[in-house]
């Protein structure tokens, strides 16, 4: 399986994955989705949201073990974070059937569409559509750096656009969702356990900051004369690492536009995303307020007007214990870890009992061709998962 999917939206030049929603790429993921299910004789549909269904056993029974995660990626990303937890849980029920093992509930394995959120800027667009904490307007509007709206990629690819929404029809059909991912940080690496049960999610939130001065020649503008947004940008940058340091929290600005972009001219406008994330609310809010301050202190002496617009925001998530320390039971000795990556399984606590596997990720590097985890630890993720779907769903 891994073979056949590694290939699928890889960047010859960078070696990372482009594998963006709606685009040939998705629909080449999707489509070995799909086979994989039927190949196994599995139940195979497609929710109103565009996710995809694997089902072994009835799903209007109810009370449904589910797994899965996605195969989106971030632009140029690693092969392991989203599709190591799809291929995990179909070999996870290869290894269920290899067992003898009979479910007594029904099982199923998911992928969520548009989990990264590199195309139209939102992460967790499936998911969130499903839980209802993202409206169809609001999805809608949303667009690519093209122009693009997603009803458009939508109908582009082959899908109703005007379906999306709500489904909490099919939600109160799961009865346990538990996600495996490659973890993005090195805390199994140091503990030296090949995995371990998520604890929680950090509060992490998206914002746009634009930076509005004034577009000029570069060759023949003094200095003292320039409303340059770049340098309130820059001192802004600057200002995130420091804050977030002083506070134990991360915040990071990893996209920039810039208007119009010309090597010999003044930027009119900067255009910078922050991502911000911390261990709690409060620290989070106060970081987030004092990078602001920061930039509206620069932009005055700089001449440029700053504008900040929270663009999504995922509060804390404490996975359920009772789901939780039954996974721990399952699974012996396994660490018990908070993380600050957001995922599928986050958005879903709210509607769903929830948990999380992850797999030692040696380098700790994610969202990065340099991404990776050691063939045994995929298998001892793969073993712990079939032991968790084993737990749930067959006593």
Not at 204 to 217: I, K, L, S, Y
Not at 244 to 273: C, D, H, M, Q, Y
Request: proline share 5%; aromatic share 6%.
């Amino acid at each position: 399986m891994w073979r056949e999917l590694l290939p699928v939206g890889r960047h010859a030049g960078t070696g990372g994955y482009r594998r963006y929603a709606w685009t040939a790429a998705d629909a080449e993921c999707r489509d070995w989705f799909r086979d994989q299910a039927r190949a196994r004789g599995l139940g195979y549909e497609v929710d109103r949201n565009g996710n995809q269904w694997a089902w072994l056993g009835d799903p209007a029974a109810g009370d449904a073990v589910v797994t899965g995660s996605h195969l989106d990626s971030v632009p140029d990303g690693g092969a392991f974070d989203g599709p190591l937890g799809v291929v995990s849980s179909f070999a996870a029920l290869d290894e269920l059937r290899a067992r003898g093992a009979r479910p007594a509930r029904p099982l199923a394995v998911v992928n969520f569409g548009d989990e990264e959120g590199a195309r139209f800027g939102l992460a967790c667009v499936g998911s969130r559509l499903a839980a209802g904490q993202l409206t169809p307007e609001a999805a809608h509007r949303l667009k690519d750096a093209d122009g693009v709206t997603l009803p458009q990629a939508m109908e582009r690819a082959g899908y109703d656009p005007g379906a999306i929404g709500p489904d909490p029809e099919r939600l109160a059909r799961i009865g346990a969702f538990v996600e495996l991912h490659v973890e993005q940080g090195r805390a199994l690496d140091l503990s030296g356990h090949r995995v371990g049960i998520a604890s929680a999610i950090w509060p992490h939130g998206r914002w746009r900051f634009d930076f509005r001065g004034e577009a000029n020649h570069a060759g023949t503008t003094r200095l003292e004369d320039r409303r340059d947004p770049m340098l309130t940008y820059a001192e802004t940058v600057l200002a995130a690492r420091k804050k977030a340091r002083l506070a134990g929290a991360l915040a990071t600005f990893g996209k920039v536009a810039v208007e119009p972009n010309g090597v010999n001219a003044i930027p009119s406008l900067v255009r910078g995303w922050l991502d911000s994330r911390a261990a709690d609310q409060e620290t989070l809010d106060a970081v987030v307020a004092e990078i602001e301050r920061s930039a509206r202190r620069r932009g005055e002496r700089d001449g440029v007007a700053v504008d900040v617009v929270r663009e999504s925001f995922t509060p804390v998530v404490e996975f359920g214990h009772a789901l939780r320390d039954r996974l721990a039971a399952l699974l012996g000795d396994a660490p018990v870890l908070p993380t600050g990556a957001g995922h599928d399984a986050g958005i879903l606590s709210g509607s769903v009992p929830t948990a999380m596997l992850f797999v030692r990720n040696p380098t700790g590097v994610s969202h990065s061709p340099a991404e990776t985890a050691a063939e045994d630890d995929c298998l001892a993720g793969v073993t712990a998962l079939a032991d968790v779907l084993e737990g749930l769903a067959c006593s």
